[in-house]
């Protein structure tokens, strides 16, 4: 069965959950990770009712959720931070001012992921994340995302696989999911059309599918800056002992 749900108007949303974890054991059902949900239709959030999503954590920063807001209503609590202000993320300023060339934009992915796991933000709700995963209801389901859903998701996902006890190939096969969950053929055109009329500038395909997908090597320049996921959850996120115990615990199925 394929772990991509498919959706009118959300892209790469799927489950991350149901990998072996520790002593031949299941990570829990009920854990999914998506990009943003501002173009979601009515059909879409019925779906995502069904799936019985209580908590979002959504890691995108507030310059990015006042230009494509989510309509979630009652019923969900969301797992957001405030912390960068208003400030032009990153990966905007680079496709306004970056090298995009293929290799520059390869050089600059690899930079961002030597980045995330030391912005505030990011971890914030990282550590929000994870306190709820370690109390959330196995009837309920949980969410994450960011914009694209593939890197910062992508990371938060890995850290919890991690705490599960997942295996390295299942955590990088769920990291480069998003090479094969997304439509690439038709984002890429969307995505170029959207940089041409915002930033001005014409950019390469092949810069395009670089710049939209996920390398392994990617999530090495992450772990690089980590370490284990134990000593990164608590001395960076500030999780304690018994909190990192609980997260495992709660994510792998009874």
């Known amino acids: 069965m394929s772990r991509v749900l498919p959706f009118e108007g959300i892209r790469n949303f799927r489950h991350f959950g149901d990998y072996t974890a520790l002593d031949g054991r299941r990570v829990r059902s009920g854990l999914y990770r998506s990009g943003h949900f501002h173009n979601a239709t009515e059909a879409d959030r019925a779906r995502l009712k069904e799936l019985k999503i209580s908590v979002v954590a959504d890691l995108r920063r507030p310059r990015e959720r006042d230009n494509e807001p989510s309509s979630w209503g009652e019923g969900f609590r969301i797992l957001q931070s405030d912390v960068a202000g208003h400030a032009e993320p990153p990966h905007m300023r680079f496709l306004r001012t970056g090298d995009m060339s293929a290799d520059g934009v390869a050089a600059f992915m690899r930079a961002t992921y030597r980045r995330l796991p030391n912005e505030k933000g990011n971890q914030e709700v990282f550590a929000a994340g994870l306190r709820e995963l370690a109390i959330h209801g196995s009837e309920e389901g949980f969410v994450v995302h960011c914009a694209a859903g593939k890197d910062r998701t992508g990371l938060f996902c890995a850290l919890a696989l991690s705490l599960a006890g997942a295996s390295k190939d299942d955590i990088y096969d769920d990291y480069l999911m998003t090479n094969t969950a997304v439509d690439y053929d038709a984002l890429v055109p969307l995505i170029h059309k959207r940089i041409e009329d915002t930033y001005e500038r014409k950019v390469p ?28 959850a608590a001395d960076v996120l500030g999780l304690t002992e018994a909190e990192i115990e609980a997260v495992r615990a709660n994510l792998i199925a009874a």
Do not use: K, Q, T
């Open 205 to 232: 395909e092949e810069s395009m599918r670089v710049f939209l997908g996920v390398e392994a090597d990617y999530l090495d320049e992450a772990f690089d800056e980590i370490g284990s996921a134990e000593s990164y």
